[in-house]
């Protein structure tokens, strides 16, 4: 009789993901396409971080490999992405302010691969730099958003710098000048300068704001105020809310067509950033013998006066300085809204007086 034997195939074992030490570190050993391939796990030598690379870490790799999800294109450098942030960032307004900024948050990641990058290492980085909150902000934007380019790329699926908080500064009080020491100030000034100063202290608008202005600005008894311009470049404001129009006194008009030059559609000419104002700021606060605060106190001596006046309310106030919403103005000038101005009288009751002479019987 003859005996049919039985044909055994044998199927192709893929070779499974496993991992050693090397070192202090543990690290992954693994194939695709039957080329063998090593990784950092970055994760010291522990029971812990063991246990974390048997039921988290090779899984998860073993499926990238199974999936094809492996052939994912690489994952470039921070410089790369930060590369692609700057030119997205160089027609914003505010770029050349915080250029510098951005170049050192680029220069300290430099030479890192994007996905090596943790969300301690970014908080290491923001504590290091020992500054205000209000700074540290706009470090903390900037890695947030050179990491949403990655995360658009595909290379990374997660943004680390997501919800990280700055702790909060305290609030300083606000510098502003008083009436007495505008006069002082207005008193000394004079040309151009004068007339920027009769639009700051009367308006609160914000220097860009100033300096962006043109005469067909002026109708119809206000300010339209369309445009903002820094370092030769023409913004549309800080805020949705910065387009917006504001109501001035006519003796400003007259100033302006007495100061403005003939050769430039602009009121101030080619001065087109607060830093071309410093020295003629400095000289006006010295002549009068008031304190020199920043420029930008002009604005804050606006909103303090017409809240301490009672000029204004909160809301109508926000709306003058273009603020994206009331918050956002009480949070800056609370402090100068006098509560003590507030009478309610001796006798004030919010219910019916008569309920206080009752007698309750328990």
Known sequence: ??????????????????????????????????????????????????????????????????????????????????GIFLKQKKSNVSFFDKRDYYMRVINYFKGKHIDDITRLDIKEYLISLNMKAVSASIYKSCIKEVFELAVDDGVISFNPALSIKLKADK?????????????????????WFKTYLLIAFNTGMRVGEILGLQLNDFKDKYIHIQRTRTRGTIGHGKTNNAIRKIPYPSFILDEVKKTHPKDSVFLFGAKDDASLLRNQWSHV?????????????????????MLKDGIVSINE????????????????????????????????????NAICDKTVTV
């Open 1 to 82: 009789m003859q005996v049919r034997r039985k044909t055994v195939t044998r199927k192709k074992v893929t070779k499974m993901t496993t991992y050693y030490i090397r070192g202090s570190t543990i690290w992954l050993n693994y194939y695709v396409d039957g080329k063998r391939l090593q990784k950092s796990t970055k994760l010291k030598n522990t029971p812990e971080n063991i246990k974390v690379v048997k039921t988290k870490l090779i899984p998860a790799l073993d499926i990238q490999i199974a999936t094809g999800e492996i052939y994912k294109k690489k994952p470039k450098t921070f410089e790369y992405y930060g």
């Open 171 to 191: 609030r300083e009080a606000i510098e502003y000048y008083t009436k007495d020491e505008v006069n002082k100030i207005l008193s000394v000034a004079d040309g």
């Open 285 to 305: 606060c010295k002549k009068a013998g008031v304190e020199k605060y920043r420029l930008y106190s002009t604005r804050h001596t606006f909103a303090t006066l």
């Open 317 to 352: 106030l926000a709306g003058l300085l273009g603020h994206s919403s009331p918050k956002v103005t009480l949070e800056h000038y609370a402090s100068v809204i006098e509560s003590k101005k507030i009478d309610l009288g001796d006798n004030f009751s919010l219910f019916d």
